[in-house]
């Protein structure tokens, strides 16, 4: 626990928004997300639009390119996927390159990488602004029940004691001689899981009752209940609406609804 | 298996999403009536187990490792309430924070994996611990199979959500059989390591597994007449109704130093931890595995009452009201026998009635790749096997006209002989292993 209490996801820096409250930015993060979803797929330059919204917010977060495509890294098990997407997808083939691909697939590839894509980058974004505690008070303040911020807190703050305890076990392993190597050690790593189990239950009895000792029953205080104002919702609501005015324009142009479109 | 944004459309997204949400309510509403205001803590800690162990790799083979999905495991230990939101809260996080799995598709997510996989693994393991004999073995066969269930059955879930709203043109079957066929292997994995799992909480705190509360009776604190004859001792039961409660002199402080095998000075307050003895089948095999649980429960932390204690869990073996922890020798051999019959004849009759009822519904065509191996002409130069001529070839009793009982009687005959190489295997290895086990139990 000398490390700090900032999680390594966050990336601390002094920018609009940074600033702005959590419960705001969750909001239009969310927004936004379900706004890129509802786009039609061939609506291609729509996308693009997008992609130009987050590398705006990106700039205005101060939140270097490098980083944001590092963490992108995350998507490539359905990346994966996708290209694998035009091979197996029956329909009309074409030729690209000599190889003969299925139109619908390579449709939903496209759909699938874009809007995953778009989706990952929005959440790195709000994950990299905002502090993980800030990041359970907007939470909460979006109405989530409190005993499950009360869950999901206490996840994050003994994530990484239980963490370090599994790999103490792991270094406690290792200085006796077992390195899993096949599945000949599953039984070694399962008993170490087994006594992780029991170490953190226990721990979890244990923080209980300090907390029991400290007057605690049941709900946690709200310390720091601070209410955003007109003007930090207007600055949030910039991305959502302006992808708002994008998918308008997209409905507009393909035309109907963007599920009766097959998207 | 985290699905990202727009792999399933907005409408379905947002129903699925209703549906976790309600899921969780419930949940929430159980997990409280069941852990009032621990609520919180405990399943906040389950959670950040949950996360950690899933980073807990199993390597399978060639640098290739697995890992943990973790729906089975928490239904079984912490129920299903409880499971569901520890699930749901790690998903909800990895959505949040690590972007893995996308926001708007975070309702697919829990309930796929959160709910589907939890509420299947409690029903079978409830359903299978209520079916088998109680006893530690059964609660291992039945994690495997609630986890080997419910990893398809989560894939089978998705392929359900993907046919209602998938937004591409990947054929249904085609994807529940890529899904489904891909998560039974999987299922395979999660099962072994769950039931090993769930094994060695067995072995050491079985009162924590939730699954399982009825099977084994709850620890309770009690205190004994005094075991060292310099110095009072407190011998500590767990109890069922505040287990929580315990005082400072519980031994799982972790900070007492681990490993600490010295036996206990004369004089010195000794705390053992005590079970209640009436569980005879926890520890049917008896020696050798009754020294690896000791040495679980020294590597807990418990400083210098260890040894106490593990005279004590060595003494739980014998029938109730056994109150003498220094005889922790003559306790395998005296509890086993009953326990190890009635599994050994169940497992008989089973494996009996399989052999001679069963195979008469057999199929008499030779098996997959007898008829390949026909079929494309490899087994044109295949000798005859040399024991063609004995009185059992081709698993058909010779002199025996109807073939179908034929068929069972060397079924039969064939069990029989299997089980007599097999336990003579077992009786020498039993005893090998034992004869040096002896003196280490009694140096512990």
Redesign the interface.
Known sequence: MGAGHA?K?YRHAHSPVHTLPPHCK?AA??AF??T???TP?EAVWAFGLYALLVAAAAVAARIPAGFLLR?LL??IP?VAFALL?PF????EKTHVLGLSLSE??L???W??L???T???A???L??STTE?RS?LLGLQRLRM?P??V??????????D???D??RRMRIARESRGVT????R???V?????????????????R???A??SRG???TMPVLDDAAASRTQWAYAAALPLAALAVLLAAWVVTGGL??AAG? | MHV????I???V?AATAVVAAGA??VS?RG??REL??????????????I???Q???????AGTSGH?LGGALAAI?VGPYTGV??I???L??Q??????G???ALGVNISDMGVVTTVVAYAVFRGLVRLLPRGRASLTAASFAAALVSVPAAAAAFTLIYAVGG?????VG?VFTAMVGVHVLIGLGEA??TA??????A???PD?IHAARDVFRPLELRTAPPTEPAGPATSLRRGGDQ????SPAVP?A?AGPAGSGAPAVPGSPATSLRRDGDQPQRRSPAVPDGREEAG?RR??GEGPAAVAADSVAKAGMEPAGADAPEAPDNAGPAATPRSARRLWLVGLGVALVCAGGVSYYASTSPDGLEKVAHDKGIDSKAEEHAAKGSPLADYQVKDVADERISGGLAGVIGVGATLAVGTAVFVVVRRRRAAPAAPSAEGA
């Open positions: 999680h996801l969750i993060v969310l997300v379900l890129v979803v509802a797929r963490r995350i998507e359905f997407m197996v997808v029956p329909g619908p697939g449709w939903g590839a759909n699938v874009a809007k995953g778009l989706g990952v929005a959440s790195v709000l994950a993980l990041l029940p005993l499950l009360q869950i999901a807190s206490f996840m994050i703050r003994y994530g004691v239980v963490t305890e599994m899993a190597r096949g599945v050690h599953w039984g790593l399962a008993r170490s899981a087994g006594a992780l189990f029991i170490r953190s239950y226990e721990r979890g009895e923080v209980h009752l907390m029991v605690y029953a049941g963007p599920w998207s | 990202p944004d727009g792999f459309d907005a409408p997204s969780v309510a929430l997990a409280r009032d205001d621990k609520a919180a803590p405990l399943a906040g800690l389950v959670a950040a187990f996360f950690a162990v980073m807990l790799n199993f390597p399978v083979a943990l230990l939101l520890c749901s809260v790690v909800l996080m959505g949040v924070l690590f972007a893995d996308g926001l708007s937004t591409t043109d990947v054929p085609k072994a390591i090993l799992t769930v094994s060695a909480v072995a050491v705190r924590l287990p929580q409660r315990r799982d972790a679980h590597s807990g």
